[in-house]
């Protein structure tokens, strides 16, 4: 449920659905998005839903603030709601010291070795909170208690495409290159977002599950071509 | 056969094509893009009799020169633009907000924007460029966009598609006007900074710094301090939130902007003031006024009002 709508800005509504960020409050955020996008309301431009957050962006020119945050507040969710298949997406990533950046940092500061840290990562279901900050970028979730970090003191200011990170909770992929702050522990060959196919451009989706496995070198450049 | 045809003898500093702008995909990571100026990008538009949402060529500080490779072209310059056209030989100094037609071996040379950032150039028809996600503006970061959303690249060429060769003559008279107070609504985590630091936000002036492009805007000025949290959850960002990092310099985030941050939002610029905001320059200072949402939504019916009144004077 949501429990406050402000305003951000003059053309869009804030809506909070509480402090706890875990799959059941997501899965409620990841509900309205898709119930709302579905409804087509008119004078809706944009939906950015986030681990507790929804924002609704609005065109001025057709509806303003009060009238639309009425509208949100009297939608009924249904029990069924209307909801996309949600897929389970294996991400064949290579951890290979040349990709995984900060592994000598991950296991210093952890206490754990290489191999401990990858069993502990590697081959596990993950939730997809949400997409985006770069295009296609999946934020997923949640890695193991024993491995979890907070960010580089000091981030990069180049993240090469491809990289698979962790921080907190939390594991990414970088879809592009891009400035960021994670602990990169590998790389994944795959595409995540394809701009050329517009019906379809990302490949993991919020909702969706992931599963990152292990594979060397060898497959990692094969795979590389073939994308 | 499309003869119209365009070659670019210099790319200029950061020339992309740009429309109205891309919608509905910010849960994929793509941001709104468009026209950083919606203003003087509609006006370039009308003044060479397109329909609104034409793509046109965007470009920052310097813009192209351009070299009519074979046919006809009609095209209009809007902003505070410095250029000269060179038709059949001979030098003139362009006036922008009026159009003119060229011909086959014509030049237009746009050197520089006087005292501010962004600057359009329209042509009659519209350029023959694939659009992508329902938009032809370019998001470079994602490779989005017209172009295969790269930015416009120095010996490319572009068709520009069959119009009327007979375009009426057109003009506006038109002063971008200069900006004073940057009016802003509270943000969602206003309550997280100081009141001193408030204070100071809402009346001393901030510098634009050189670290700005079409993402974003970086602010120097006092520190505005942060009692409560410096990071927060990540959540969706929007063209004109203004977000404090740990450092204490605001950032405002500008039309490709990540779709997606972390730190506290302490303001929102409002939607009346976003084109005059991405015009001020690197070096120069802005100030921000403190209103209500009500003033905001007011502000924009006049803003838009002046906009349709300026577009029906061409």
């Given at each position: ?227 | ?94 006036d922008c907000y009026k159009n003119y ?49 790269n930015k416009i690249q120095k010996n ?158 061409i």
């Amino acid at each position: 449920m949501i429990k406050n709508i402000s305003n951000l800005g003059d053309a869009a509504l804030y809506c909070d659905f509480g402090n706890e960020v875990n799959q059941k409050t997501n899965t409620e955020v990841i509900k309205y998005f898709e119930n709302i996008k579905y409804l087509k309301i008119k004078g809706i431009n944009n939906l950015t839903p986030s681990y507790n957050k929804l924002i609704i962006s609005f065109d001025l020119n057709i509806i303003n603030f009060k009238e639309l945050k009425k509208k949100i507040e009297d939608i009924n969710i249904p029990e069924k709601y209307i909801k996309k298949d949600h897929k389970i997406i294996k991400i064949p990533t290579c951890c290979d010291d040349e990709f995984a950046l900060d592994i000598e940092r991950l296991s210093s500061k952890l206490k754990l070795t290489k191999k401990e840290i990858l069993e502990k990562y590697l081959n596990k279901e993950y939730f997809c909170y949400m997409t985006g900050f770069i295009a296609g970028m999946p934020f997923l979730g949640d890695i193991d208690k024993k491995i979890r970090l907070e960010r580089l003191e000091t981030p990069r200011v180049k993240v090469p495409k491809g990289a698979v990170g962790i921080t907190e909770q939390f594991t990414n992929i970088y879809t592009f290159e891009s400035p960021g702050g994670w602990n990169i522990l590998g790389s994944t060959p795959i595409k995540i977002f394809d701009q050329k196919n517009e019906k379809q451009p990302i490949l993991i989706n919020p909702g969706d599950r992931v599963l990152f496995y292990e594979i060397n070198k060898k497959e990692y450049i094969k795979l590389n071509e073939k994308e | 056969m499309k003869k119209n045809k365009i070659l670019v003898l210099r790319e200029g500093i950061n020339s992309t094509f740009q429309d109205l702008g891309r919608n509905n995909f910010y849960h994929i990571g793509l941001p709104f893009s468009g026209a950083m100026d919606k203003r003087n990008y509609l006006i370039a538009n009308k003044l060479v009799g397109n329909k609104r949402n034409e793509a046109v060529i965007e470009f920052a500080y310097q813009g192209p020169l351009l070299k009519i490779e074979d046919g006809n072209v009609n095209f209009a310059i809007s902003g505070d633009i410095k250029f000269n056209i060179k038709k059949n030989g001979k030098l003139i100094t362009g006036d922008c907000y009026k159009n003119y037609n060229l011909s086959k071996g014509d030049e237009v040379d746009i050197i520089s924007t006087n005292n501010s950032v962004y600057g359009y150039f329209a042509v009659s028809g519209g350029f023959d460029i694939k659009n992508n996600f329902g938009s032809f503006s370019t998001h470079v970061r994602s490779n989005v966009g017209a172009n295969n959303g790269n930015k416009i690249q120095k010996n490319e060429k572009f068709f520009i598609k069959d119009f009327k060769v007979k375009v009426a003559s057109k003009s506006l008279k038109y002063m971008n006007s200069k900006i004073e107070y940057i009016r802003i609504l509270k943000g969602t985590n206003f309550d997280y900074f100081f009141e001193q630091s408030i204070k100071e936000f809402t009346s001393k002036e901030f510098l634009v710094s050189k670290l700005s492009d079409r993402m974003g805007m970086r602010l120097e000025g006092p520190k505005i301090k942060n009692f409560k949290e410096t990071n927060i959850r990540s959540e969706g960002l929007l063209k004109g939130v203004i977000q404090v990092p740990a450092d204490g310099n605001p950032i405002i985030m500008l039309s490709d902007h990540g779709t997606i941050g972390g730190y506290p939002k302490i303001g929102v610029v409002i939607s009346a003031d976003y084109d005059r905001l991405v015009q001020t320059p690197p070096g120069k200072k802005i100030k921000f006024e403190l209103i209500e949402l009500k003033e905001a939504e007011k502000l924009y019916k006049l803003y838009q009002m002046e906009t349709e009144n300026l577009l029906s004077q061409i």
